[in-house]
């Protein structure tokens, strides 16, 4: 049923959707065939496709992705701090999981470390605020590239949008070597993960560079965009030191010469 008029704002409709609110001007009765063939199927396949758009854009071509979605085309992404928060909370999933499983087989391979008291209320800090500490990554990486990275003129609120794609392409990576995990309980051999596991972090590092000389690569020589990723690098290292030795405060209470030892 078309209509002269938008039904949610009312609205003089001159086209498909209305210019005040953005509703459609072809309004359907709600049928339990439309309900299922439109608002379920049609709904859910488009955030699935949205979310698979946007992470394979986040792990390919990170800053190529953000300088899109900085310039407007934003209509096939998927909201990427909604994506970083639905990825979390899947990981907390399949740690769980996982540690179910390896603590039932091989208790050693679980992913909770065994640790003292003050390890212990470490850990019962990033249990509480972690959410609020990996965000926390997003504006602080975004400052150091706003101060690094100058020549493209960019804001400081774009900054944040490369800074959150990029999180969000390392929280994809740390997924997907969780799930390869899995195949661990199949019988081969522990060797092969803790591999992966080692090496992981080297591969958040060279995607994150990737992810800025992605980004920045047409604005700087290559020895120009070195050493400003090495003071990005660099000023990253130093906040991340401090936020450890924040928690590390935290935990002891301030006390100095109190060791904390974590035994995986």
Not at 189 to 216: A, E, Q, R
Request: charged share 15%; with cysteine.
């Amino acid at each position: 049923m078309t209509n002269k008029k938008c039904l949610n704002c009312g609205k003089e409709l001159t086209g498909k959707y209305c210019a005040g609110c953005g509703q459609k001007a072809d309004t359907h009765r709600i049928t339990f065939k439309h309900f299922i063939a439109h608002d379920v199927l049609h709904g859910t396949l488009h955030i699935e496709k949205g979310m698979l758009f946007t992470a394979r854009q986040a792990l390919i071509r990170p800053g190529k992705a953000a300088l899109e979605y900085i310039s407007g085309k934003r209509v096939n992404y998927y909201n990427v701090f909604y994506f970083i928060l639905i990825l979390i909370g899947f990981n907390i999933l399949l740690t769980h999981y996982y540690n179910s499983i390896a603590l039932k087989i091989d208790p050693s391979r679980a992913l909770t470390p065994t640790m003292n008291e003050a390890g212990k209320t470490i850990g019962e800090i990033l249990s509480k605020y972690g959410k609020l500490f990996i965000f926390a990554l997003v504006p602080l990486t975004a400052l150091n590239s706003f101060l690094v990275f100058k020549r493209k003129r960019l804001n400081y609120s774009e900054h944040f949008i490369i800074s959150g794609i990029l999180l969000l392409g390392t929280i994809l990576i740390t997924t997907l070597v969780l799930i390869v995990s899995f195949i661990e309980f199949a019988g081969l051999s522990p060797k092969f993960f803790d591999f992966i596991h080692n090496i992981t972090p080297y591969w958040v590092l060279l995607y994150i560079i990737w992810g800025y000389y992605n980004t920045f690569r047409k604005d700087y020589s290559l020895l120009g965009f070195g050493y400003r990723i090495f003071l990005f690098i660099l000023l990253s290292a130093i906040q991340v030191f401090l936020f450890i030795w924040i928690i590390l405060g935290i935990a002891t209470g301030w006390q100095s010469g109190t060791e904390i030892e974590f035994m995986f």
